[in-house]
């Protein structure tokens, strides 16, 4: 399956059974002969896929470099980049080479932002190998890195030359990773697609992982092409990440995966659009039954008072106000502005 995503750089994402073994060629197409690869990926997903990605690229004519950095969240931050960017300038990388960033959306999102900012730009080539990577992270443009006090405050919009995703990687998550990326793909279904939430209620959506993620990629490119500089349509893919995003970071970023954050996040969202008369009643229920049917938390363990000051710092912030994102059913979402004294009240 193949998806264009036009944006101020077109780009192809392909989602096909053993695409990993096709990167090379995939790069071959966009890059010159002689460029040379920086593969960043983490200690968890480089002893899986690396040798397969380095050899596929070496076959096409690419000299490869190598980044490895210890896996988890609590890893994706400016010192980190730091060292890619001393690998990168060791090895004499110029703007004519490439970085392929091989994991999940840790690695994006760092690979991303180190191929955004060194030299002031240089192309990368996603590889997602998680469902959250696969289905939401590897497109669209967002790169980045957290910061103690708020996730993914610095980065730069930097879209990839071609995404890579191949749903066998899949087979070697953990269940835990599995349904933290559900939560993404829940998410997709909550503010779009009707039909995808409806097949994930009944259990009947994963039976075809490529048809999962095709969905996926192709209600994010929508919204993306409408609005690459995430000034408008394009917020309402961060249904669930306001509230989401506070408890990652009362959680330190440690115990408590993205998904899992996000998927509280949408039913705090569903209890203050419900509160609000927005909401459809009863939507909250139907949410918290597809996210405990995978194994995703629904209990947040902080107060509402906490988790609205811990969104102090929220990207979607425009002066005193909150652009929090609402549903009005399955299927039907908005952005619907507020003070987070408002959301407090919503949310009590």
Request: hydrophobic content about 40%.
């Amino acid at each position: 399956m193949k998806i264009n995503v036009n944006t101020s750089r077109s780009y192809t994402v392909t989602v096909e059974k053993g695409v990993l073994d096709q990167v090379g060629p995939l790069a071959a197409q966009l890059k010159k002969p002689g460029a040379k690869a920086m593969l960043i990926s983490d200690s968890h997903v480089m002893p899986l896929y690396g040798q397969r990605v380095q050899g596929s690229l070496e076959s096409a004519g690419f000299p490869v470099r190598s980044f490895v950095f210890p896996a988890g969240e609590e890893h994706k931050q400016l010192a980190t980049v730091m060292e890619m960017y001393r690998t990168l300038a060791e090895g004499g990388f110029t703007r004519t080479d490439f970085i392929v960033a091989l994991g999940g959306g840790v690695t994006g999102d760092m690979g991303g932002f180190a191929a955004a900012t060194f030299l002031r730009g240089m192309d990368f080539l996603q590889a997602p190998t998680s469902l959250v990577a696969q289905a939401d992270a590897s497109v669209g443009g967002k790169t980045g890195v957290d910061l103690p006090f708020g996730k993914n405050l610095v980065g730069a919009f930097h879209q990839p030359i071609a995404v890579a995703s191949d749903p066998e990687a899949l087979a070697t998550l953990p269940p835990r990773h599995v349904n933290d990326g559900l939560g993404e793909v829940i998410k997709h279904g909550c503010i779009a697609d009707p039909a995808l939430f409806e097949a994930l209620d009944q259990g009947a959506a994963l039976g075809d992982w490529e048809e999962v993620v095709g969905r996926s990629v192709a209600i994010k490119r929508d919204f993306v092409e409408a609005d690459v500089g995430d000034n408008g349509r394009r917020m309402i893919l961060n249904f669930g990440h306001t509230c989401g995003h506070a408890l990652e970071k009362l959680h330190r970023f440690q115990g408590l995966s993205h998904g899992e954050a996000v998927g509280m996040g949408m039913l705090l969202a569903c209890r203050a659009g419900e509160k609000l008369g927005v909401t459809v009643p009863g939507t909250g229920a139907r949410v918290r039954r597809v996210l405990e049917r995978y194994g995703l938390p629904v209990e947040p363990g902080f107060s509402c008072q906490e988790i609205v000051e811990a969104t102090a710092l929220d990207k979607k912030s425009d002066g005193e106000t909150l652009r929090f994102i609402l549903i009005k059913d399955i299927g039907e979402s908005l952005i619907y502005p507020m003070t987070r004294a408002q959301l407090l009240e919503a949310l009590a």
